[in-house]
């Protein structure tokens, strides 16, 4: 029997009208803002943002999505399309001198992670960002520490920015249907490294040691990417952490105080 075909580059339109337009008012007040559109698609939240933004860019991989919408939008001065990667995307080019943008976006799911991992490397230029995501990928990254979905992706985005679950749409919100169901949440950027004590890249990259394999504790994680016995053992001590803790049981708090005991 013939398999449904995949959509090329993630393109699930949203055709719920009430959806579309919970999305866009998860932004709030845009009037004085300028907001950045993640594959504005045929437009279905952009034609509600056209109306509301100062300014509203958006970033369209599609070659004939692109000029569909230049053409659509050619009565809106505020609306500008780019025909891009949004993984090659400058914000700081984008935006003028110290601005910060809101950011709206119904995923290509098959890039979710590394779109996200985009915008924490650009976080200082982003105030919010209200983006739709396989529904179990948002709840790992909306997940509480000691709870069976909280990992690596949880962690650093909640170093990044304080998250919120809005709500979740069923596949016949959209069309083609995906397989998942979908859910919104809103990133408010805030991050935490300063308050913790500790360097964004060399912490990120920490993280990344810590849950590097998610059925095994910490020390061994930690041993299996090069630190000593001997430091891990006197850094537990120190901490008052258990040798034979998870990282996913552990806090924010208690992974910095643990990085900055190490001192990696
Ligand atoms: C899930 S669809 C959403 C479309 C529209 N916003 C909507 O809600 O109906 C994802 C959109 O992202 C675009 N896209 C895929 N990969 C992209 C990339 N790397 N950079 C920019 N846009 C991309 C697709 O062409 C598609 O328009």
Do not use: W
């Not at 993640?38 to 109306?51: F, M, V, Y």
């Not at 809106?76 to 809101?102: K, Q, R, S």
């Not at 991050?191 to 810590?210: S, T």
């Amino acid at each position: 029997m013939a398999q449904p075909r995949k959509p090329k580059l993630g393109q699930n339109f949203l055709v719920d009208d009430g959806a579309r337009h919970r999305i866009a008012d998860a932004l709030g007040d845009v009037s004085q803002r300028t907001v950045l559109e993640i594959g504005p698609g045929h437009g279905s939240i952009t034609s509600i943002l056209a109306e509301r933004a100062k300014k509203l860019i958006c970033i369209e991989l599609d070659r004939s999505l692109a000029p569909e919408l230049r053409f659509k939008f050619r009565n809106h001065p505020n609306v500008e399309i780019i025909e891009a990667d949004v993984l090659h995307a400058d914000f700081a080019a984008l935006l003028g001198e110290d601005e910060t943008a809101d950011l709206v976006g119904n995923l290509p799911y098959y890039i979710t992670s590394d779109i996200l991992l985009h915008l924490y490397a650009q976080s200082e230029r982003l105030r919010m960002a209200v983006v739709m995501m396989q529904r179990e990928v948002a709840d790992r990254i909306s997940a509480s520490p000691g709870t069976r979905d909280f990992g690596l992706l949880s962690a650093t985005s909640q170093m990044y920015a304080d998250v919120e679950n809005l709500f979740t749409l069923p596949p016949e919100a959209f069309s083609p249907p995906p397989d998942v169901h979908s859910s919104v949440l809103r990133l408010t950027f805030a991050p935490r490294f300063a308050e913790l004590h500790v360097e964004a890249k060399p912490f990120d990259a920490f993280l990344k040691m810590c849950f590097q394999q998610k059925r095994k504790t910490l020390s061994n994680n930690l041993r299996a990417g090069g630190v000593s016995p001997e430091r891990i053992a006197a850094a537990c001590a120190q901490t008052d952490v258990s040798p034979t803790v998870r990282a996913e049981a552990m806090t924010l708090e208690a992974l910095a105080s643990m990085h900055r005991e190490l001192r990696m």
